[in-house]
């Protein structure tokens, strides 16, 4: 995956042979612990186990390690059933509305980025749905997880960065008949088509205006926090001429200041400071 | 479906959220027809979509949605302090859609919503109703309406008949006044309809150099100047609006230019008026966007949020052109 500026893409899969195809695809190594996380320099893929709230958790978990700006997309990829059988088992669907069962609650992915993948709705169920059950919510497709992960992940980054892709493994009848090798294999297949359309998204996603303030730009206004003693307005007005600073200097070094402030200054001398770095960082 | 502007993106209106409630509503039948190759998405309630926390505003601007929704009450709004004081003491504003297709980098919509995709309100019929319903409890005393206040109801027209059922309204209902305010040239649009006298097609115009700058997707200003003087000459009541007048450098010189641009093509007498408008916004609008726009210099600025008498010279400059009883020089409402 070419990540934007040291970003990373999250996957979230359910199932061991669902995440097996992502590990293989991208070569992602084992990371020692509890969970079962992989990754390599740009790609990090958790393995949430059955079910939405396991799948909460587990991608809570997993996008608490990193900074939201260091998150370039999460991806929910897995298997799912679908109620249409126009859908051939094998197929690659990119899922526009998510909808959990129990609550009727619906999430929305951002689609902002041009693609052949077909789109489809999908609803989140409890417990396994075969063809016998009359009560299908919505028609489109069914998982057990996808509400979960949306959720837990709407928390961390927003709705230009959240995917969710699925491919067919049944239509509610015949999903004994293929082995999790098969299906292993059949995602694997899918893999060129998911990394080309994160891939897009990122791009697209990199033509925001908008500067997050990375890790060096949030020591440094932490440093002036602390040396300053300054308010929380003060925090927010030198966090936006900060952001305006990076963007009409990309190549300076924000302002060397904080280095040689004394913390014995009077309130009115630190708030001169505040008021000449403001101005000195908006010219 | 990609889009030209920027190739990764898919294209503009690619996607149709529609409210379950109005599915079958010939507003959204229609809009649905205009654009067959949408992707459609059905919703419960078109907050589910505009409302998202986290939205990226600029990066939906480049590949907007379109949502369908119903209006709920209450349908008609008080003006803020931010907007021109009307004639009127009688004034309001409704809001047939919400956002707009153009991205000017100082419109407060961007401070208010999360979202760039634009909402359609489809049951317009329920708006005119409450519009009619106020007029009755106040004795018919004239009403002002304003119908493009949260959007750009004409550049809206392209995604479905936005204005003409407003134009319809004003010639049913005589004294209840209706402005149009606009940075669209897209006049032909309506130009078939006869011209309501209580209806008002005002155009925002901005010095080229502002209109450049800040003003994208926008019609140029000639494209703006052209249409009003064929609404005019068509016997349509236009106002203009030198509005926001954002502070300059050469403040007066680039005013000069445009007055006297616009009246050599427009005759002020012929126009129902002209206002001039300082820049204004509430703080928090303004912060909002301060942060999401860091290339912008306007929000970088020293700003007076609260606007200040205009400068003289700009006042006496277009006194040069309009009369004194067509020029009405900004106060805020309250
Ligand atoms: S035309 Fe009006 S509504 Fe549209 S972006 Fe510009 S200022 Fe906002």
Redesign the pocket.
């Known amino acids: 995956m070419n990540s934007t500026s040291a970003q990373k893409t999250i996957f979230i899969a359910a199932l061991p042979f669902e995440g097996g195809a992502v590990s293989d695809y991208f070569r992602l190594k084992r990371i020692p612990g509890p969970l079962a996380y992989f990754e390599n320099d740009a790609n990090f893929l958790a393995v949430t186990g059955v079910g939405k709230a396991r799948c909460a958790a587990v991608t809570g978990a997993a996008l608490s390690q990193f900074d939201s700006h260091s998150i370039g997309a999460v991806v929910n990829i897995g298997i799912a059933g679908s109620t249409d059988r126009r859908h051939r088992v094998g197929d690659l669907l990119l899922i526009n509305k998510i909808t959990e069962a129990a609550t009727g609650r619906s999430y929305f992915p951002d689609m902002l980025c041009a693609t052949q993948i077909p789109e489809e709705c999908l609803t989140t169920v409890d417990t396994v749905v075969n063809e016998h059950v009359t009560a299908i919510p919505e028609n489109g497709l069914m998982d057990m997880e996808a509400a979960g992960f949306y959720e837990a992940a709407s928390l961390f980054v927003g709705p230009h960065k959240i995917i969710c892709l699925k491919m067919i493994s049944d239509h509610l009848s015949n999903l004994s008949k293929i082995s999790p090798v098969q299906m292993r294999q059949a995602l694997l297949q899918n893999m060129p088509q998911v990394a080309e359309y994160v891939t897009a998204v990122l791009q697209c996603n990199a033509q925001t205006n908008a500067i997050e303030l990375q890790p060096d730009h949030m020591a440094y206004l932490n440093q002036l926090k602390s040396k300053l003693r300054i308010t929380q307005t003060q925090y927010a007005v030198l966090s936006d001429a900060v952001r305006r600073f990076i963007n009409a200097h990309p190549q300076q070094p924000l302002p060397d200041v904080h280095l040689t402030i004394s913390t014995k200054l009077q309130k009115k001398q630190r708030n001169q400071i505040v008021d000449e770095l403001t101005q000195q960082l908006l010219c | 479906m990609t889009n030209s502007r920027n190739s990764c993106f898919a294209k503009p209106y690619s996607h149709i959220y529609v409210e379950q409630q109005i599915a079958e509503a010939p507003r959204a039948i229609d809009i649905l027809n205009r654009f067959g190759n949408a992707e459609i998405v059905r919703i419960d309630t078109y907050k589910q979509v505009f409302n998202r926390p986290k939205q990226q505003f600029d990066l939906q601007k480049k590949s907007a949605k379109i949502i369908l929704a119903k209006k709920q009450p209450p349908y008609l709004q008080p003006f803020s302090n931010q907007c021109q004081k009307s004639e009127f003491p009688n004034a309001v504003y409704v809001t047939p859609a919400l956002g707009?297709?153009?991205?000017?980098d100082?419109?407060?919509?961007?401070g208010m919503y999360n979202s760039a995709n634009i909402v359609v309100f489809v049951n317009i019929d329920d708006i005119q109703k409450a519009i009619c319903k106020t007029h009755e409890e106040q004795n018919r005393t004239p009403l002002w309406v304003s119908i493009?206040y949260?959007?750009?109801l004409l550049?809206l027209d392209s995604l479905g008949a936005a204005v003409a059922p407003w134009i319809a309204f004003a010639h049913q209902h005589p004294n209840i006044f209706m402005e149009c305010?606009?940075?669209?040239s897209a006049f032909h649009r309506i130009a078939m309809h006869s011209p309501p006298p209580n209806f008002i097609l005002a155009w925002?115009l901005s010095p080229r150099e502002h209109a450049q700058k800040y003003?994208h997707r926008?019609p140029r200003i000639e494209q703006r100047l052209r249409a009003a003087k064929e609404a005019i000459d068509m016997g349509w009541k236009v106002r203009l609006c030198f509005d926001p007048v954002l502070n300059d450098t050469h403040l007066s010189d680039i005013f000069q230019r445009l007055f006297s641009d616009t009246f050599a093509q427009l005759d002020a007498c012929k126009l129902f008026d002209v206002t001039l408008g300082p820049f204004r916004m509430g703080n928090d609008f303004f912060k909002r966007i301060q942060r999401a726009r860091p290339q912008c210099d306007l929000f970088y600025r020293k700003i007076e949020l609260e606007p200040e008498p205009f400068d003289r010279a700009i006042v006496k400059e277009i006194q040069k052109y309009v009369p004194r009883e067509k020029l009405v020089l900004w106060q805020s409402q309250s």
């Open positions: 707009c297709v153009y991205d000017c100082f419109c407060f919509l961007h493009s949260e959007t750009d550049a305010r606009t940075r669209s925002s003003e926008a």
